[in-house]
């Protein structure tokens, strides 16, 4: 009789069809690492971080909705950053709690409808017509969310699903760049910059469905005994 066969194993997503390489990613986080380290040493906790982050993005949100761009996505940047030192923060201090994790990924995607509540105030204040870039904010917007829920979901199905090509931190960055060259008064990036989050974002979620029927098939595939 031979042995049986190993179970058919689960495909692992990886990260590696994302916008932004693991390689720039991590070079980001080490240099963050002075700035985590001391605050570290000061006993700062990662909440108290993750709640400062919302509240600079709310500060960059109002700037967008007051026509300083520039300084909105430098606000941003600075807001988004500061959840990238939470959790190596709470690395650092031993390892994060289940609150902290639930704490921050719900102000994350609070400061991400804020920012975009601000971007849609910005568009209505203007003089130009605000009904593409208010559609393309929503669109923008629904399909980040549906990032961050179709990972959620699967996880507690028992999936992974952080593939992706725009996972939180490339929508940022678009973000940021697109508010940022819109401030030095080539408006056209802004609702170039939405529009292409809008885009991957809704290619990520497709990309996340497709991505977990696969592992669902795998797991659901009968092993059998050879004789």
Known sequence: MSAE???????????????????????????????INTLAAA???PNSVTVAGLLIVIAASILIWQHYLLAGAIFLAIGAGLDAVDGGLARAQGGGTPFGGFLDSTLDRTGEAIVYVGI??????????????VMLALLALSGSFLVSYSRARAEAAGFTASNGLAPRTERLVILVLGLAIAGLAYSFALP?????????????????????????AASAEPTHKES
Not at 8 to 15: D, I, M, Y
Not at 120 to 133: H, I, M, R
């Open 5 to 35: 066969p190993a179970p058919t194993p689960t495909p692992t997503p990886g990260r590696g069809d994302s916008l932004l390489s693991e390689r720039v990613k991590l070079a980001g986080r080490a240099a963050l690492a002075p700035l």
């Open 43 to 45: 006993g700062v906790t």
């Open 120 to 133: 849609v105030a910005y568009y209505l204040d203007s003089s130009v017509s605000p009904f593409v870039p």
């Open 192 to 216: 170039l910059a939405i529009g292409l989050i809008a885009v991957l974002a809704w290619a990520t979620v497709v990309q996340r469905i497709w991505s977990v029927r696969k592992q669902a």
